[in-house]
């Protein structure tokens, strides 16, 4: 099994709970004993009371509430727990010592810690997994069971789904045919592509394409920060052509130099720029993805048929 707990009203008590490796939760005027020892029909009717005094008389409201701290009393140390702090999901698993209690709140002791990650160290940032999981943070209550258990199972694995997997092999076949319809462009096309993959990334082009900088073909400004680079389009290229335009660039006033090209010599391939030059080989693998990831192989299509 897995549950999703809230840790506290507005999550008050997320930070503790992770940084001391407990489960918290409130049920204030049910006593230790009770709850370990199971006495379901006493905590009910204290429940049923409660609610009653705050003008609530559907015995709905009361059962659900009970239902969720039995979820978290009997919950066995091979199940797993989620929840979500500092737009990461967390998972843990709890020890089979009982409720305890502290000045804070009632808990239950996490089995090792609290973790972000999956089983090979990947951080679980909340807007990179199902919704079908992300979506259970708008649950209002405390405690609730996970019901897309696979999808959570597959994520602290680090597996894919059949659909991820046969999307991720379309994708790179794409990219791989991709790369190679690059090389049947025009240089004066190659240029135009290079401009809307820049500016497809969000950049402000500040210069005409090719036309009034004698050794840069393009410069970008980074809307946010307002750094400015120089970009270098080249059809073919070599490690000389690299070094020649490495040495030629002034780092004064631009953040980097980006040296694109769609049909690199063999020993380009290997090569790395003078290291304090700041310049950025830009080889035809990446330009493909590039090409894929902002949508422009339709663009390609037309222009190679």
Not at 152 to 163: G, K, T, V, Y
Not at 244 to 260: E, P, T
Not at 290 to 300: D, F, K, P, S
Request: aromatic content about 8%.
């Amino acid at each position: 099994n897995a549950y999703y707990i809230k840790l506290g009203r507005g999550g008050e008590w997320e930070e503790s709970s992770i940084e001391e490796n407990k489960a918290r939760i409130g049920w204030g005027a049910q006593t230790i004993e009770d709850i370990n020892h199971r006495n379901w029909e006493r905590i009910g009717r204290q429940l049923r009371k409660s609610f009653e005094r705050r003008g609530v008389t559907n015995r709905g409201a009361s059962t659900r509430d009970l239902n969720m701290l039995k979820m978290f009393a009997e919950s066995m140390s091979h199940d797993v727990w989620i929840t979500f702090h500092n737009s990461c999901l967390w998972w843990c698993q709890l020890k089979e010592s009982g409720v305890q209690s502290d000045e804070t709140s009632k808990y239950r002791e996490v089995k090792e810690h609290w973790s972000d990650q999956d089983i090979d160290g990947n951080r679980l940032i909340v807007n990179q997994i199902s919704g079908r999981l992300s979506k259970i943070q708008a649950f209002r209550g405390t405690v609730c069971k996970v019901r897309a258990i696979e999808d959570l199972s597959r994520l602290l694995n680090h597996e894919l789904s059949a659909e991820s997997r046969r999307i991720g092999d379309a994708m790179e076949n794409l990219v791989n045919e991709v790369e190679g319809g690059l090389k049947h462009l025009h240089w004066r096309d190659f240029e135009t592509l290079t401009d809307l993959l820049f500016t497809g990334a969000g950049w402000h082009r500040l210069s005409s394409v090719g036309k009034t900088m004698k050794f840069v073909d393009m410069e970008f400004e980074e809307p946010i920060t307002k750094d400015i680079y120089q970009v270098q389009v080249k059809s073919a290229a070599t490690s000389a052509d690299l070094e020649q335009y490495s040495h030629k660039f002034s780092s004064r006033g631009f953040k980097r130099l980006y040296f694109v090209v769609h049909t690199p010599s063999r020993d380009l391939l290997n090569s790395t720029p003078d290291g304090d030059k700041r310049v950025e080989l830009v080889l035809p693998n990446r330009l493909a993805k590039m090409v894929v990831e902002l949508g422009l192989t339709g663009w390609l299509l037309k222009k190679i048929a």
